[in-house]
């Protein structure tokens, strides 16, 4: 089965651990960029304990001007 077409949506898919009692469960929300860092609030499933998951994002200088370059990949 191919795939043809550009996708309207963003994939997301993320792992976390409660903390609380430590269950892994996936999670499809983004993070949402607040002052240098990504931040996301999270709820477990299981024991529904509410926790914050941040993820601290990288300085870059690329690109300077105007977007970068599209990379463009013939499948044969």
Not at 27 to 53: M, T, W
Not at 54 to 67: Q, V
Request: glycine residues 6%.
């Amino acid at each position: 089965m191919t795939q043809k077409g550009v996708h309207t949506w963003d994939l997301v898919l993320h792992y976390h651990c409660c903390p609380h009692c430590k269950k892994i469960f996936e999670s499809r929300e983004d993070y949402q960029h607040q002052a240098g860092r990504n931040l996301k609030n999270v709820i477990c499933p299981r024991c529904h304990d509410s926790f914050k998951v941040i993820k601290r994002t990288k300085k870059s200088f690329a690109p300077i001007f105007g977007d970068g370059e599209h990379v463009e990949v013939e499948w044969d």
